[in-house]
Nanobody, 126 residues
Framework: QMQLVESGGGLVQAGGSLRLSCVGS????????MAWFRQPPGKEREFVAA????????????TYADSVKGRFTIFGDNTRDTVYLQMNSLKPEDTAVYYC???????????????WGQGTQVAVSS
């Protein structure tokens, strides 16, 4: 019943921008938190950003990995059950498959999230 679909990935040059979208569906879609993770080629999945459901409805609590602070922004559109990741000033090291996930509370640990999307590829060229 809970489904997440990411979109918005693609190929971009360093310094460019992309906006990723994660659309939730199902009558049970009311997560306590949503997050973005990424998995670079040959590396383990890593935390990017998270937002509480209260925050994406009315603004509030967000958290970011140090590597993306000041460049990425997570925000939501409750009317569309959608969470976004705005990525600016992209670097080659941002290249990864990006995943949307839902959980009870914000966390940097992937195991604390219960539902995941299929991922969307982001490639940043130098």
């Amino acid at each position: 019943q809970m489904q997440l679909v990411e979109s918005g990935g693609g190929l971009v040059q360093a310094g460019g921008s992309l906006r990723l979208s994660c659309v939730g569906s199902g009558r049970t879609f009311r997560p306590g938190a949503m997050a973005w993770f990424r998995q670079p080629p040959g590396k383990e999945r890593e935390f990017v950003a998270a937002i509480s459901d209260i925050s994406w409805r009315s603004g509030g609590r967000t958290t970011y990995a140090d590597s993306v602070k000041g460049r990425f922004t997570i925000f939501g559109d409750n009317t569309r059950d959608t969470v976004y990741l705005q990525m600016n000033s992209l670097k080659p090291e941002d290249t990864a498959v990006y995943y949307c996930a839902t959980g009870r509370t914000t966390s940097t640990w992937p195991a604390e999230y219960d539902y995941w999307g299929q991922g969307t590829q982001v490639a940043v060229s130098s």
